[in-house]
Protein backbone atom coordinates (compact mmCIF):
# COMPACT_ATOMS: atom_id res chain seq x y z
CA UNK A 1 0.00 0.00 0.00
CA UNK A 2 0.95 3.27 -0.84
CA UNK A 3 0.41 6.79 0.49
CA UNK A 4 1.00 10.72 0.15
CA UNK A 5 0.83 13.38 3.49
CA UNK A 6 0.90 17.26 2.60
CA UNK A 7 1.19 18.14 5.91
CA UNK A 8 -0.07 22.19 4.71
CA UNK A 9 -3.91 22.16 4.21
CA UNK A 10 -3.23 26.08 3.17
CA UNK A 11 -0.78 28.04 2.20
CA UNK A 12 -0.98 31.98 1.87
CA UNK A 13 1.84 33.79 0.08
CA UNK A 14 2.57 37.17 -1.69
CA UNK A 15 2.85 37.79 -5.16
CA UNK A 16 6.33 37.71 -6.12
CA UNK A 17 7.20 35.44 -3.22
CA UNK A 18 8.74 32.55 -3.36
CA UNK A 19 6.45 29.01 -2.12
CA UNK A 20 7.17 25.64 -1.00
CA UNK A 21 3.96 23.11 -0.94
CA UNK A 22 5.36 19.38 0.92
CA UNK A 23 4.65 16.46 0.16
CA UNK A 24 6.10 12.50 1.86
CA UNK A 25 5.01 9.59 0.60
CA UNK A 26 5.31 6.73 1.89
CA UNK A 27 5.29 3.25 -0.38
CA UNK A 28 6.99 -0.68 0.07
CA UNK A 29 7.57 -0.32 -3.89
CA UNK A 30 9.38 1.90 -6.23
CA UNK A 31 7.42 4.40 -7.32
CA UNK A 32 6.48 7.39 -9.76
CA UNK A 33 5.82 10.69 -7.85
CA UNK A 34 3.52 13.51 -9.60
CA UNK A 35 2.08 17.11 -8.63
CA UNK A 36 -1.35 18.18 -10.32
CA UNK A 37 -3.15 21.31 -10.08
CA UNK A 38 -6.70 21.88 -9.54
CA UNK A 39 -8.48 25.27 -10.80
CA UNK A 40 -11.86 25.84 -9.00
CA UNK A 41 -14.42 23.86 -10.62
CA UNK A 42 -12.11 22.29 -12.60
CA UNK A 43 -10.47 18.81 -13.23
CA UNK A 44 -7.10 17.93 -12.68
CA UNK A 45 -4.08 19.12 -14.40
CA UNK A 46 -0.42 17.62 -14.23
CA UNK A 47 2.36 19.92 -13.36
CA UNK A 48 5.23 17.82 -12.84
CA UNK A 49 6.23 14.18 -12.55
CA UNK A 50 9.44 12.11 -11.39
CA UNK A 51 9.80 8.46 -12.89
CA UNK A 52 13.69 8.35 -12.21
CA UNK A 53 17.05 9.82 -13.54
CA UNK A 54 17.18 13.32 -11.98
CA UNK A 55 15.92 14.34 -8.51
CA UNK A 56 15.22 17.90 -9.89
CA UNK A 57 12.08 17.53 -12.04
CA UNK A 58 10.82 20.87 -13.64
CA UNK A 59 7.26 21.02 -14.70
CA UNK A 60 5.03 24.01 -16.27
CA UNK A 61 4.12 27.50 -15.35
CA UNK A 62 7.86 27.59 -13.27
CA UNK A 63 7.39 25.45 -10.69
CA UNK A 64 9.70 22.47 -9.93
CA UNK A 65 10.02 19.78 -7.36
CA UNK A 66 12.99 17.81 -6.17
CA UNK A 67 12.43 13.92 -5.31
CA UNK A 68 14.60 13.23 -1.94
CA UNK A 69 14.76 9.14 -1.85
CA UNK A 70 15.96 9.40 1.82
CA UNK A 71 13.62 11.28 3.30
CA UNK A 72 10.61 10.05 1.15
CA UNK A 73 9.62 13.68 -0.10
CA UNK A 74 8.61 15.73 -3.07
CA UNK A 75 8.38 19.01 -2.37
CA UNK A 76 7.01 21.96 -4.76
CA UNK A 77 8.53 24.84 -4.57
CA UNK A 78 8.39 28.36 -7.09
CA UNK A 79 10.83 31.44 -7.07
CA UNK A 80 8.17 33.90 -7.70
CA UNK A 81 4.31 33.63 -7.33
CA UNK A 82 1.67 35.14 -9.32
CA UNK A 83 -1.67 35.74 -8.63
CA UNK A 84 -2.92 33.14 -10.89
CA UNK A 85 -1.42 30.50 -9.22
CA UNK A 86 -3.95 30.43 -6.88
CA UNK A 87 -5.33 27.02 -6.84
CA UNK A 88 -5.32 23.71 -5.23
CA UNK A 89 -2.45 21.47 -5.42
CA UNK A 90 -2.12 17.74 -5.46
CA UNK A 91 0.82 15.67 -4.44
CA UNK A 92 0.20 11.77 -5.61
CA UNK A 93 1.97 8.46 -6.17
CA UNK A 94 1.77 5.21 -7.79
CA UNK A 95 3.85 2.09 -8.61
CA UNK A 96 6.12 1.98 -11.16
CA UNK A 97 4.52 -1.60 -12.44
CA UNK A 98 0.96 -2.61 -12.86
CA UNK A 99 -1.71 -0.29 -14.31
CA UNK A 100 -0.55 2.53 -11.45
CA UNK A 101 -3.63 3.42 -9.76
CA UNK A 102 -3.36 7.06 -8.81
CA UNK A 103 -3.16 8.22 -4.58
CA UNK A 104 -3.31 11.12 -4.46
CA UNK A 105 -2.84 13.36 -0.93
CA UNK A 106 -5.34 15.27 0.67
CA UNK A 107 -4.26 18.66 -0.93
CA UNK A 108 -2.62 21.92 -0.43
CA UNK A 109 -4.37 25.50 -1.62
CA UNK A 110 -2.02 27.64 -2.70
CA UNK A 111 -3.48 31.63 -1.73
CA UNK A 112 -1.20 34.30 -3.51
CA UNK A 113 -1.95 37.85 -1.60
CA UNK A 114 -1.75 40.47 -3.87
CA UNK B 1 -10.99 18.44 -28.97
CA UNK B 2 -9.11 15.22 -27.89
CA UNK B 3 -9.50 15.32 -23.98
CA UNK B 4 -11.97 13.63 -22.02
CA UNK B 5 -14.89 14.50 -21.59
CA UNK B 6 -17.98 13.96 -18.90
CA UNK B 7 -21.13 14.47 -18.92
CA UNK B 8 -22.69 15.85 -16.79
CA UNK B 9 -20.94 18.61 -15.43
CA UNK B 10 -23.44 19.13 -12.62
CA UNK B 11 -26.39 17.24 -11.27
CA UNK B 12 -28.68 17.97 -8.56
CA UNK B 13 -30.37 15.07 -7.35
CA UNK B 14 -32.92 14.02 -4.47
CA UNK B 15 -32.52 11.02 -2.08
CA UNK B 16 -33.39 8.18 -3.29
CA UNK B 17 -32.72 8.47 -6.73
CA UNK B 18 -30.76 7.12 -9.23
CA UNK B 19 -27.95 8.91 -11.29
CA UNK B 20 -25.79 8.42 -14.25
CA UNK B 21 -22.68 9.42 -15.21
CA UNK B 22 -20.94 9.32 -18.69
CA UNK B 23 -17.30 9.66 -19.40
CA UNK B 24 -15.59 9.56 -23.23
CA UNK B 25 -11.75 8.66 -22.72
CA UNK B 26 -9.14 10.24 -25.13
CA UNK B 27 -9.96 7.87 -28.17
CA UNK B 28 -6.62 5.84 -28.16
CA UNK B 29 -6.48 4.85 -24.32
CA UNK B 30 -7.35 1.40 -23.19
CA UNK B 31 -7.21 2.33 -19.32
CA UNK B 32 -10.59 4.15 -17.36
CA UNK B 33 -10.12 5.40 -14.04
CA UNK B 34 -13.21 6.77 -11.91
CA UNK B 35 -12.27 8.67 -8.86
CA UNK B 36 -14.53 10.16 -6.53
CA UNK B 37 -13.27 14.16 -4.61
CA UNK B 38 -15.18 14.89 -1.44
CA UNK B 39 -14.59 18.67 -0.08
CA UNK B 40 -11.47 19.27 1.33
CA UNK B 41 -10.03 15.88 0.04
CA UNK B 42 -8.15 14.60 -3.09
CA UNK B 43 -9.34 12.46 -5.44
CA UNK B 44 -10.03 8.61 -4.37
CA UNK B 45 -9.60 6.13 -6.38
CA UNK B 46 -12.97 4.16 -7.44
CA UNK B 47 -12.08 1.42 -10.45
CA UNK B 48 -10.35 0.24 -13.46
CA UNK B 49 -11.43 -1.12 -16.47
CA UNK B 50 -8.58 -2.11 -19.25
CA UNK B 51 -10.39 -1.78 -22.75
CA UNK B 52 -14.25 -3.70 -21.52
CA UNK B 53 -12.54 -5.49 -18.51
CA UNK B 54 -13.30 -3.83 -14.70
CA UNK B 55 -10.11 -4.88 -13.28
CA UNK B 56 -10.48 -3.56 -9.70
CA UNK B 57 -12.83 -1.82 -7.32
CA UNK B 58 -12.59 -0.20 -4.22
CA UNK B 59 -14.25 -0.90 -1.07
CA UNK B 60 -15.78 3.12 -1.83
CA UNK B 61 -17.90 1.10 -4.33
CA UNK B 62 -20.55 0.17 -2.33
CA UNK B 63 -23.26 -1.77 -3.89
CA UNK B 64 -25.09 0.52 -4.76
CA UNK B 65 -22.35 2.20 -7.30
CA UNK B 66 -21.98 -0.07 -10.93
CA UNK B 67 -19.76 1.09 -13.60
CA UNK B 68 -19.57 -0.79 -16.72
CA UNK B 69 -17.42 -0.02 -20.03
CA UNK B 70 -19.14 -2.14 -22.67
CA UNK B 71 -17.10 -1.62 -25.80
CA UNK B 72 -13.96 -0.80 -24.45
CA UNK B 73 -14.63 3.16 -25.46
CA UNK B 74 -17.13 5.31 -23.23
CA UNK B 75 -17.71 4.37 -19.70
CA UNK B 76 -20.87 5.14 -17.62
CA UNK B 77 -21.07 5.00 -13.45
CA UNK B 78 -24.54 4.55 -11.71
CA UNK B 79 -25.22 5.06 -8.21
CA UNK B 80 -28.69 3.92 -7.53
CA UNK B 81 -30.61 5.28 -4.54
CA UNK B 82 -28.45 7.78 -3.58
CA UNK B 83 -27.69 9.22 0.14
CA UNK B 84 -26.68 12.58 0.74
CA UNK B 85 -22.97 10.93 1.91
CA UNK B 86 -22.81 10.38 -2.06
CA UNK B 87 -22.25 14.22 -3.02
CA UNK B 88 -18.60 14.59 -4.04
CA UNK B 89 -16.73 15.34 -7.36
CA UNK B 90 -16.71 12.17 -9.84
CA UNK B 91 -13.51 12.05 -11.89
CA UNK B 92 -12.66 10.16 -14.80
CA UNK B 93 -9.72 9.80 -16.27
CA UNK B 94 -7.82 7.35 -18.88
CA UNK B 95 -4.19 6.42 -20.07
CA UNK B 96 -2.77 4.60 -22.71
CA UNK B 97 -1.46 1.12 -21.16
CA UNK B 98 1.38 -0.15 -23.02
CA UNK B 99 4.19 -0.77 -19.88
CA UNK B 100 6.51 1.69 -17.93
CA UNK B 101 5.06 5.47 -17.65
CA UNK B 102 1.22 5.77 -18.05
CA UNK B 103 0.15 9.30 -17.97
CA UNK B 104 -3.61 9.47 -16.85
CA UNK B 105 -5.51 12.35 -18.48
CA UNK B 106 -8.13 13.84 -16.20
CA UNK B 107 -11.81 15.10 -17.19
CA UNK B 108 -13.41 18.11 -15.77
CA UNK B 109 -15.89 16.21 -13.47
CA UNK B 110 -19.17 15.41 -12.68
CA UNK B 111 -20.19 17.46 -9.36
CA UNK B 112 -23.15 15.17 -7.75
CA UNK B 113 -25.40 17.11 -5.29
CA UNK B 114 -27.70 15.12 -3.71
CA UNK B 115 -30.57 17.44 -1.04
Known amino acids: ?24 Y ?7 LF ?36 QTSFHLRKPSVHISDT ?9 SGGYQKVTFGTGTKLQVIP | DTGVSQDPRHKITKRG ?8 PISEHNRLYW ?12 TYFQNEAQLEKSRLLSDR ?24 MYLCASSLGAGGYNEQF ?8 VL
Open chain 1, 1 to 24: AQSVTQLDSQVPVFEEAPVELRCN
Open chain 1, 26 to 32: SSSVSVY
Open chain 1, 35 to 70: WYVQYPNQGLQLLLKYLSGSTLVKGINGFEAEFNKS
Open chain 1, 87 to 95: AEYFCAVTN
Open chain 2, 17 to 24: QNVTFRCD
Open chain 2, 35 to 46: YRQTLGQGPEFL
Open chain 2, 65 to 88: FSAERPKGSFSTLEIQRTEQGDSA
Open chain 2, 106 to 113: FGPGTRLT
